[in-house]
């Protein structure tokens, strides 16, 4: 089984659509959780953290429930620049600095 | 925000050439430095771990005869693919953190084809 599995995708929704992504981590002591951006040939970017309360930040909002080792990214209101493969990536060891990532889902904004 | 530069961008090269790619931190220094590779439509995987001043952490099955890391000073860390063949192409990314509680930050990435 792989530490953090995301679907692949691709996900192609209309411009103003809501799209949700989920992802799931095999460690239960994992301590810290990202989603990640990456556009096409181009470095991963940190879109935000995930923390256990969930977290908003403009459109964006992650979630995650540690019981079930999930992890979700809503996105609302979408706009064609959110088109990029979007990363799950988890921190699974405490005081070290490791992340795993996940292989991504592809979003493809069409307008 | 923080800047991670990664040079060169683009490689291009015969087979058995070693290829050095650099990641210097611009504006903060890095305690930390990571090297990832990603293949197509896979995911980044950790190939190695490097702190300033020490041996590199390598993840299993990355051989670290091949791949030289070199963290000589806080701002810049250096990994070099030696008799590079064509299996070792691809997308090859650094990261550096100040400190273990800071995000990682990334390069933009070094895209090696060995011909």
């Known amino acids: 089984r792989k530490e953090v599995e995301q679907d692949p995708g691709p996900f192609n929704v209309p411009e103003g659509a809501t799209v949700a992504f989920n992802c799931t981590y095999s460690?239960?002591?994992?301590?810290?959780f990202f989603w990640y951006r990456q556009d096409c040939r181009k470095e991963p970017k940190l879109l935000m953290s995930?923390?256990?309360s969930g977290n908003e930040d403009g459109r964006f909002t992650a979630q995650l429930n540690r019981a079930s080792q999930y992890i979700s990214l809503l996105i609302r209101d979408s706009k064609l620049s959110d088109s990029a493969t979007y990363l799950c990536?988890?921190?699974?060891?405490?005081?070290?600095?490791?992340?795993?990532f996940g292989q991504g889902t592809r979003l493809t904004i069409n307008p | 925000g923080a800047v991670v530069s990664q040079h060169p961008s683009r490689v291009i090269c015969k087979s058995g050439t070693s290829v050095k790619i650099e990641c210097r931190s611009l504006?903060?220094?890095?305690?930390?430095m990571f090297w990832y590779r990603q293949f197509p439509k896979q995911s980044l995987m950790l190939m190695a771990t490097?702190?300033?001043?020490?041996?590199?952490?390598?993840e299993q099955g990355v051989e670290k005869d091949k791949f030289l890391i070199n963290h000589a000073s806080l701002t810049l860390s250096t990994l070099t693919v030696t008799s590079a063949h064509p299996e070792d192409s691809s997308f090859y990314i650094c990261?550096?953190?100040?400190?273990?509680?800071?995000?990682?930050?990334f390069g933009d990435g070094t895209r090696l084809s060995i011909l």
């Open positions: 990261s550096a953190q100040a400190t273990g509680r800071q995000p990682q930050h």
């Open positions: 460690n239960s002591a994992s301590q810290s």
């Open positions: 995930v923390y256990s």
């Open positions: 990536v988890v921190n699974p060891i405490q005081g070290a600095q490791k992340l795993v």
């Open positions: 504006d903060f220094q890095a305690t930390t």
């Open positions: 490097s702190n300033e001043g020490s041996k590199a952490t390598y």
